[in-house]
C-alpha cells in the first residue's frame, strides 16, 4: 500500500508475463511506484515467467547482494531440436527423431548435467564479451566463443517425458523438468546441452521461475495487480528472509552507523552478508564479516 507522494523502501516480487524483459518490468514498476529508483536482482529471458524480485528506493542497494542467491525453475525441454537460441524464440537450425530415446538415457544426461557443472552460456544472452553483448555478436554473425563458467545445479528432475510430433513432423519428446541451481545458470543451455549429449539436439520450449532465493511464486503479483494495488515488502522483512540476522544493542547501533567496525560473533564467520538490527527491530546495514569485524556493504539506518 502507497501514497501518491511517498514510496516506501523494499522489495516488489513480480510474476513476469511472457514477452516482457527484465528492462520492461523496471520500467513498468517506474510508473506504478511513481519512482525512478527500481532495479532487479538478476534477470529473467523474454520468453520466461515466473518471480521476478524488484527493489524500490533504497532497497536498491540489496539488489547485488539477493542476485547470488539460490533460483528454482518449472520448464519444458523439447528432445529433438536445435534453435539458434536454446529456446523457443529462435529458428530452428536442426531437426533429429527423437522417439527413440530412453528413459534410461534421460536420465543418464541428466546426471551428468547435475551437481557443480562447467557451463557455455547461450550465444544469444547479455554475456559480455570484450564488451560487446554475446547477443549483439550473434545477430552480426560473427564466430566466436563463450568460456564455460561454474555453475552448481542443486537438483535437475524430470516429471514427465511426453511423445509429440513438432510442426515440421519431426517425432519428438517433452520433459517436464524441475532445476533448482546457482546464480548465472543458464536453463536454455542445460537443454541445449542434454540433447546434445542424447545426439538429437534440444532447446527449452517453457520456463517459469518459482523462486528467487527465500522469496516464492506465492508471494508474487502480477503487473496488473501491482497497478490497482502495490505491494512492497519492507526492507526490513525482505532483508530478514534472505540474510543471517544479528541483533544488536543501542550503543553498538550507534558506532556501527557512525562507521565503526564492530567486533563481530563468530557465528557469522563465512557466512557472507548479514542484516543488522537495532533494538526497535530497525534494519541497520548489510555487513560481511572481515577479519573478525563487521565490513559494511550497505547502510540503512
Not at 19 to 31: C, E, I, L, Q
Not at 161 to 169: F, H, I, L, T, Y
Not at 216 to 242: F, G, K, N, S, W
Request: aromatic residues 4%; hydrophobic residues 40%; neutral net charge.
Amino acid at each position: 500500500m502507497t501514497s501518491k507522494h511517498t514510496t516506501p523502501d523494499g522489495l516488489v516480487i513480480v510474476d513476469k508475463p511472457s514477452g516482457f524483459t527484465s528492462h520492461d518490468v523496471v520500467a513498468k514498476m517506474r510508473g506504478i511506484a511513481r519512482t525512478r529508483r527500481v532495479g532487479h536482482a538478476g534477470t529473467l529471458d523474454p520468453m520466461a515467467t515466473g518471480v521476478l524480485v524488484l527493489g524500490v528506493e533504497r532497497a536498491t542497494k540489496l539488489l547485488g547482494h539477493l542476485a547470488l542467491t539460490e533460483k528454482e525453475y518449472l520448464g519444458t525441454v523439447r528432445l529433438g531440436q536445435t534453435t539458434l537460441t536454446d529456446d523457443a524464440e529462435g529458428e530452428i537450425t536442426a531437426a533429429t527423431d527423437a522417439s527413440k530415446v530412453t528413459r534410461d538415457a534421460i536420465d543418464a544426461g541428466i546426471a551428468k548435467l547435475t551437481g557443480a557443472i562447467m557451463q557455455v552460456p547461450s550465444k544469444v544472452s547479455a554475456i559480455k564479451i570484450d564488451g560487446v553483448r554475446s547477443y549483439k555478436r550473434a545477430r552480426e554473425g560473427e564466430d566466436f566463443e563463450i568460456p564455460a563458467r561454474p555453475v552448481t545445479i542443486s537438483s535437475f528432475t524430470v516429471y514427465d517425458v511426453r511423445d509429440a510430433v513438432a510442426e515440421d513432423g519431426t517425432p519428438v519428446l517433452d520433459l517436464v523438468v524441475s532445476v533448482v541451481c546457482s546464480s548465472g545458470t543458464y536453463i536454455r543451455a542445460l537443454a541445449r546441452d542434454l540433447g546434445a549429449d542424447l545426439g538429437v539436439g534440444g532447446h527449452l520450449t517453457a520456463l517459469r521461475r518459482t523462486r528467487v532465493g527465500p522469496y516464492r511464486l506465492d508471494a508474487a503479483r502480477t503487473l496488473d495487480q501491482l497497478q490497482q494495488e502495490l505491494t512492497v515488502m519492507p526492507i526490513a522483512e525482505a532483508a530478514a528472509a534472505a540474510f543471517p540476522r544479528w541483533d544488536v544493542d543501542a550503543k553498538r547501533a550507534r558506532l556501527l552507523l557512525n562507521g565503526v567496525r564492530l567486533e563481530m560473533p563468530d557465528t557469522y564467520t563465512g557466512s557472507g552478508p548479514v542484516a543488522v538490527f537495532d533494538p526497535e527491530g530497525r534494519f541497520l546495514a548489510l555487513v560481511e564479516e572481515q577479519k573478525g569485524k563487521a565490513k559494511s556493504l550497505a547502510v540503512f539506518g
